[in-house]
């Protein structure tokens, strides 16, 4: 019933691929609160064919049309320049240290993905893991702290909250949803890829995705909405991001997929 074995082997041009991160409750709901069909029983309809329904309703009510869902443009607030160029130096310099690949989260398609956890997260572990966060947190000390000012430049309570951050190049696509997120998180993204390409693609309701520009900004988004990085040249430009995320502390409500005063988003899905 699902397409592809995780989020990296799917098309985010495809409307299938950005809805099948969502559980089949949650596409059940979408089918009567926001379509009118009758509801449905899992003995009697399945995910597939759930799926398969939402797809000709979406279909059908584009009626003919390239894309049936509209796409509204945000963006983050912009980071001080020299602190930008610090940073990209540094993660330009991480991402020659590897041979190849590294990816710690192998359901995303990334050149090089790596999680950095905060002290304060290890508290609950081993002996030996937390010796090995220590030490991985020390190895990479330079981009956890030029990361901290980024984030204390734009939201510094949070910056005393996130406990984890994702390190990446050349993120792409890859529509998933952040299930061990306790609240919103903060992307940044940087690089030489084009103006207006490689922002945070997020599902805001059933008929509306913003495409949040991340290039240079730190961008507010909700992960636990369905999410993937819009197109941009990773053949030919590097794209580096950094993804500010709490999993522990809290639990926030969803109520909003994006945080930009002149949108409202619908927490309906979820």
Known sequence: ???????????PSLLRSQLEPWSTTALRRRLVADFGDKASSPENFPRADVMKRLLQLYQEE?????????????????????????????????????????????????????ILTSPESWEPLGRKKRQKAESKL???????????????????????KYSAL??????????????????????????????????IMVECSARVVAHVNTKNRLGKVDGRFSHWVAPYDATTKDRYSLIFYQTMG??????????DPNFKTDSSCC
């Open 250 to 259: 809290k639990y926030q409500k969803t109520e909003s997929a994006i945080f």
């Open 166 to 199: 994702a390190v990446t190049h050349n993120f792409q696509g890859s529509p998933h949803i952040d299930r061990q997120n306790v609240g919103p998180f903060y992307g940044l993204s940087l690089g030489d890829f084009d103006d207006k390409t490689g922002g």
């Open 1 to 11: 019933a699902f397409v592809g074995a995780s989020a990296a082997e799917r098309d």
């Open 62 to 114: 584009a009626e003919g049309s390239n894309n049936s869902r509209t796409t509204i443009r945000a963006s983050g607030t912009l980071i001080d320049e020299s602190l930008r160029e610090k940073l990209l130096c540094t993660l330009k310099k991480w991402k020659e240290g590897w041979m190849g690949k590294n990816l710690e989260r192998t359901s995303i398609r990334a050149e090089n993905y790596m």
């Open 138 to 160: 020390k190895t990479h000390q330079e981009i956890w702290d030029l990361s901290k000012m980024v984030m204390a430049s734009v939201d510094d309570d949070f910056a005393s």
